[in-house]
């Protein structure tokens, strides 16, 4: 597990949805001196897009922090979805893998119910997993893709949230993914900075009207961070992260802190809001 932050990185193309073994550098999943503190000592977390990227970051910070983990993947991700297990499993914490499609409203409910069968409850949800496809031109947009994407980054967000709120109790938490696009726009990923503006919608709104039933709902908005989506949806990685303020593009590491925080006790005032691990640029929508 490196501690480099790299400003440039070498060019690479994978096929979708990628590979965190054939990415070079690796990316950095958890520092070296990352201590756990039981900040999350005996909870089950659901995460989807567990496999690899920023969900295996968070998959082995909660670990590290007591939590047993139940990981969602694709089934071509099967690999990855292994080793984030393996990783889980030197913490000494159970890992739970459930290979399937999000976008299916029937697997979101058997992820759910498989998660609380195994590992004995369900405290925190993670809804992370997105895809991505770059269209430079507007015009030359695939509507198709378009339904692809919101069914994955959004709508598979009311489906598993839907089924793990017969679980949840007060005190535990959902976090969601959503990204600094929707602030700033991008104009090659139109259809996906938009699922990200309506996740930000989703998170502000779902957690004031969970708020009575004390569970927390937030949100992590990361910038441009090195994970196995980048080199499967850029044609060019070289440049990649190098316009923030930081002049680098994020690790993983740096990212899954926020969600330990927001899954914790020390956000137990907190609900309805969005962290942003971004390099630095200021948004204030």
């Known amino acids: 597990m490196t501690t480099r932050k790299p400003k ?18 690796k990316p950095e999943i958890i520092r070296g001196d990352y201590k756990g503190s039981g900040k999350l000592l005996d909870r089950v977390a659901l995460i989807t897009g567990g496999d690899s990227g920023i969900g295996r970051a968070v998959a082995l910070h909660f670990a590290r922090e007591g939590a047993n983990i139940a990981i969602v993947f694709l089934p071509v991700e099967r690999a990855d979805a ?14 739970l893998l459930i290979p399937g499609d999000i976008r299916d409203k029937r697997f979101c409910a058997l992820a759910v119910s498989r998660t609380v069968k195994d590992l004995g409850k369900l405290n925190i949800l993670v809804n992370n997993a997105a895809e991505q496809h770059r269209v430079d031109d507007f015009r030359n947009i695939d509507l198709k893709i378009v339904e ?9 967000m009311f489906y598993l949230t839907k089924e793990a709120l017969n679980h949840l109790r007060r005190g535990d938490s959902i976090i969601n993914t959503t990204s600094v696009t929707n602030y700033r726009g991008s104009e090659s990923l139109v259809d996906y900075s938009s699922t990200k503006g309506a996740i930000t919608a989703f998170t502000r709104s779902l957690g004031k009207s969970l708020a009575k039933d004390g569970i927390r709902v937030n949100g992590v908005a990361p910038g441009p961070i090195w994970t ?14 190098k316009k923030t303020p930081m002049g680098r593009a994020g690790h993983p590491s740096e990212v899954a802190p926020a969600y330990v925080f927001l899954a914790s006790k020390d956000a137990s005032y907190i609900t309805s809001q969005v962290i942003h691990p971004n390099g630095g640029e200021v948004v204030n929508a």
Not at 8 to 25: D, L, T, Y
Not at 233 to 238: A, D, G, L, N, P
Request: charged content about 35%; overall charge positive; hydrophobic content about 25%.
């Open 228 to 241: 196995p989506l980048i080199p499967s949806t850029f044609e060019s990685v070289k440049e990649f992260g």
């Open 8 to 25: 440039k990185f070498p060019e690479q193309a994978q096929k979708r949805p990628g590979s965190e073994a054939k990415m070079f550098p």
């Open 148 to 156: 692809r994407t919101f069914q994955t980054n959004i709508l598979s």
């Open 82 to 95: 292994e080793e984030t297990k393996q990783l889980v499993n030197k913490e000494e914490r159970k890992c």
